[in-house]
C-alpha cells in the first residue's frame, strides 16, 4: 500500500489490518479458525470479484473488496484458501478487514506456498461468499522448466467498447500467469463512444480515480481475467494522465488543480485496487521490478512512464508545423537524457547478473525500437524522421545505454503495449545501418513484440492509431512503413486483441490474437500472425499454425 496518512495508520493498526497485509506465512490472521477459535465475521457484498497478482514461488498477493452495510466503516471476513476448487480441506482461513481508509479493498500477501502449484482461494462474508479465484505460484529459481505460457495485454478504454479480450485471455487455462502492460484504467471523461465512463468528468481526484476502478472492476469480463489468472501489472500513462513524465503530464490541464496531488491520488488508487506487491515501502512511485519462473524465464518489469523520465521533446525539423517528426540531433541526443532515471537503470544493470534464465522478457510501456517515417542511417541527418517523442525515440541515449549493458546477452525479447496497434521487430542499435542486415537478421540482438489493445484502438472504422499520415491506408500501413523500417517484420492497425507467448528451451512463439470488433460482445478470436525466435538467435521466423494448449492444465476456478 501506499504510505498512509497519520489517522488512517492508527485506525489500520487498531484494526489489526497492517500486520495481515504484509504476511500471512503462517497462515496466521488475527485468528485461525483451524485453530479452534473461530472468528466473527460481518455481513459484506464482494461486487468486484476476486483477484490475485505478482506470484512468487512461494508467495502471491490475493485481492477483493468487502463492501460493508451502508454507513459502516469496516468489514471483517474470511479468506480461505485450497488446492482444490470444493474447499474440502482448505489450507489457509485468514480473517482480514476492509477499511473505508483503503476504499474497503484488502490485499493479502500469502507467503509460506509452494512452488508451481494452483491455489484456489474465496472470500467469506456474513451475508455470502465471493466468487472462487485461481491463482498459481512460479516454479522455483533454477528449476528445470520445459514449456509456459504467457499472455500479455494492455490499453483497455472502457467507452471504447466491451472486454471481450480479456474474456478469451481468461479462457486460457494453461497459462502460467497474464502481464498487464499498462493504461489498465483511463483517465478521461464520458467520450461518448461504446458506454459511458463513471464519472462522466475527467477523474482527478482520489474519489474520482476510485470510482472508476470501481466501474472497470465490474466488468463481467475483466473480472473473469482476474478469477483464473494471477496478474502481473505495471501502469502506463492513463492510470494517471495522458503524456505523462516525472514531473507532471502533457494532457493534465492546471485548471484541475495540482498535478503532483492527481498523481498522489492515482497512485494510491491504483495500490488499492491492483493486486500488486509495493516494491518499496519508502517510494510509492517505483512498480519497477522482477519475476522469475524457474530455469526458463526471467521477467522484468519496467517503468518508462513516470518514476524517471524526462519531459518530452518538441519536433525539430522544417516540418514540425505540419508534420510533428524529428531527427536524433540537438536535446535529443543530450547524454543526460533519461527514460528511465538513474536509479531504475543503476537497478537494471546492477541486477543483470542475477537474471540467468534461458529467456529474457523485458515487459515496458512505449516500442523499444525506432520507428521511422524515413529512414536513415544515424551517421547520417540524425538517422531519418522519427515519428514519436514520447516512445524510446525520444529517449536515444538511455537506449543507448540499455543496448550497451545487455551486449553479449541472448534470447532478448522486450514486450510492450500503449501503441493500440501490433508490431513485431528484430531490435538492433541503427536498423538503417551497415550492421543490420533485414533479409537474414545479422545484426539483431534481441526481438520486441507490441500487443495491441483491449479496446482502445475501437472497431476498424473507428478512427485512431500511430498518425493522420496513415488514416485510410490500413491496408498498405505495413507496407508503407517497413520502406523505411527494415527491422519492422509484422504491423496490424485495425483491430483489438492480447499477445501470446508460447515458451520452451528450444524457442519462443509469439501470436497475435485479434477479436472482430468491440462495439459488440462476441466470442470470436483468430491468430492474425504468428512468429518464432530459436534460443541463441535473435530472427523473427514467420510461422503459419498456432501451438497446441500444453496439456494437463490446471482446472479453471468454477
Not at 8 to 33: I, T, Y
Not at 246 to 266: C, F, I, M, N, T
Request: proline residues 6%; hydrophobic residues 40%.
Amino acid at each position: 500500500m501506499p504510505p498512509l496518512s497519520r489517522r488512517e495508520f492508527v485506525l489500520a493498526a487498531a484494526a489489526g489490518l497492517l500486520p495481515l497485509l504484509q504476511s500471512c506465512a503462517n497462515g496466521d490472521g488475527e485468528a485461525s479458525q483451524d485453530a479452534g477459535q473461530p472468528t466473527p465475521i460481518d455481513a459484506a457484498s464482494f461486487d468486484h470479484g476476486v483477484a490475485s497478482g505478482d506470484p512468487l514461488s512461494d508467495a502471491v498477493i490475493l485481492w477483493t473488496r468487502a463492501l460493508p452495510a451502508a454507513g459502516e466503516q469496516q468489514a471483517r471476513v474470511l479468506c480461505e484458501i485450497a488446492v482444490e476448487p470444493t474447499f474440502s480441506a482448505p489450507l489457509r482461513r485468514l480473517s482480514v478487514v476492509a477499511l473505508a481508509v483503503q476504499d474497503f479493498t484488502i490485499k493479502i500477501d500469502v507467503e509460506g506456498l509452494s512452488a508451481d502449484t494452483v491455489y484456489y482461494y474465496r472470500f467469506r462474508s456474513a451475508s455470502g461468499d465471493s466468487a472462487i479465484g485461481r491463482t498459481r505460484t512460479a516454479p522455483a529459481a533454477g528449476v528445470s522448466v520445459e514449456h509456459l505460457r504467457l499472455a500479455f495485454v494492455t490499453c483497455s478504454n472502457y467507452v471504447a467498447g466491451y472486454f471481450h479480450a480479456y474474456r478469451r485471455v481468461a479462457e486460457r487455462a494453461d497459462l502460467q500467469a497474464v502481464v498487464h502492460l499498462g493504461d489498465y484504467i483511463y483517465e478521461n471523461g464520458d467520450q461518448e463512444r461504446v458506454r459511458p465512463h463513471e464519472p462522466a468528468h475527467e477523474i482527478v481526484s482520489l474519489a474520482d480515480y476510485r470510482q472508476r476502478y470501481a466501474q472497470y472492476r465490474a466488468d463481467e469480463d475483466l473480472q473473469e481475467l482476474h478469477r483464473q489468472h494471477p496478474m502481473i501489472w505495471v501502469w502506463d500513462d492513463h492510470e494517471i494522465c495522458n503524456n505523462a513524465w516525472k514531473d507532471g503530464a502533457q494532457s493534465h490541464d492546471p485548471a484541475l488543480g495540482d498535478y503532483v496531488e492527481r498523481r498522489k491520488a492515482a497512485v494510491q488508487a491504483a495500490f488499492e485496487w491492483l493486486p500488486i506487491r509495493l516494491p518499496d515501502a519508502n517510494d510509492p512511485l517505483r512498480v519497477y521490478r522482477a519475476f522469475r519462473f524457474g530455469d526458463l524465464v526471467d521477467l522484468t518489469m519496467l517503468d518508462t512512464r513516470h518514476i524517471g523520465r524526462d519531459e518530452q521533446l518538441p519536433p525539430n525539423t522544417l516540418f514540425q508545423d505540419t508534420v510533428p517528426v524529428f531527427t536524433q540531433t540537438g536535446d535529443y541526443v543530450a547524454p543526460s537524457r533519461q527514460l528511465l532515471g538513474e536509479a531504475q537503470e543503476s537497478w537494471f544493470v546492477e541486477s543483470l547478473p542475477d537474471r540467468d534464465a534461458r529467456w529474457q522478457l523485458i515487459g515496458n510501456q512505449v516500442y523499444f525500437s525506432p520507428l521511422k517515417l524515413l529512414g536513415g542511417p544515424r551517421e547520417l541527418n540524425g538517422g531519418g524522421l522519427y515519428l514519436s517523442a514520447d516512445k524510446w525515440d525520444g529517449y536515444q541515449p538511455a537506449r543507448d545505454r540499455l543496448l550497451a549493458s545487455l551486449q553479449g546477452r541472448e534470447n532478448l525479447v522486450f514486450l510492450t503495449g500503449d501503441a493500440h496497434e501490433a508490431y513485431a521487430f528484430e531490435v538492433t542499435p541503427d536498423p538503417n545501418g551497415p550492421g543490420y542486415n533485414a533479409l537474414t537478421g545479422e545484426g539483431a540482438v534481441a526481438v520486441e513484440f507490441v500487443t495491441t489493445s483491449i479496446t482502445s484502438r475501437g472497431d476498424p472504422d473507428s478512427g485512431g492509431g500511430l498518425s493522420s499520415l496513415l488514416d485510410g491506408l490500413a491496408t498498405n500501413a505495413e507496407q508503407l512503413l517497413r520502406i523505411s523500417n527494415p527491422h519492422l517484420k509484422y504491423y496490424e492497425n485495425i483491430h483489438n486483441g492480447y499477445l501470446l507467448l508460447d515458451i520452451t528451451r528450444e524457442r519462443l512463439q509469439a501470436e497475435f490474437w485479434m477479436v472482430p470488433m468491440v462495439s459488440q460482445r462476441s466470442d470470436e478470436q483468430s491468430l492474425d500472425r504468428a512468429f518464432s525466435v530459436a534460443s541463441g538467435i535473435a530472427r523473427l521466423v514467420s510461422e503459419s499454425a498456432a501451438t497446441q494448449p500444453i496439456a494437463d492444465a490446471p482446472v479453471p476456478a468454477p
